[in-house]
Nanobody
Framework: QVQLLESGGGLVQAGGTLRLSCRAS????????MGWYRQAPGKQRELVAGIGPRGNRYYADSLKGRFTVSRDNPRSTIFLQMNSLRPEDTAVYYCRAEGNETIMTTPRPFVYWGQGTQVTVSS
């Protein structure tokens, strides 16, 4: 089973920056799509940004220009650089990975989520 380990969350003042990381680990897997979602208190989980199978980057329209997603393929790691943070960016940020893994010689597709990392932006 593929595991996702997120890091980089924390408390920052408005206007500050944070960089989140998410590393996938496991045996015999390949990742097609990897991205970030967030969930604020009382709200639904929403897309932040991600990188698709052809390396195409996609973003929530409201976050373009402030957030940048990148990926280190050899290390199966995705990053989210967040600049000019605002109090409304406060949320738990989740990593999501979609791909294929081999279990007992049987290939199967997967979608896994990380446990989330808290980002708090103070005004």
């Amino acid at each position: 089973q593929v595991q996702l380990l997120e890091s980089g969350g924390g408390l920052v003042q408005a206007g500050g920056t944070l960089r989140l990381s998410c590393r996938a680990s496991g045996k015999e897997f390949s990742i097609k799509d990897m991205g970030w979602y967030r969930q604020a208190p009382g709200k639904q989980r929403e897309l932040v940004a991600g990188i698709g199978p052809r390396g195409n980057r996609y973003y929530a329209d409201s976050l373009k220009g402030r957030f940048t997603v990148s990926r280190d393929n050899p290390r199966s790691t995705i990053f989210l650089q967040m600049n000019s943070l605002r109090p409304e960016d406060t949320a738990v940020y989740y990593c999501r990975a979609e791909g294929n893994e081999t279990i007992m010689t049987t290939p199967r597709p997967f979608v896994y989520w990380g446990q989330g990392t808290q980002v708090t932006v103070s005004s």
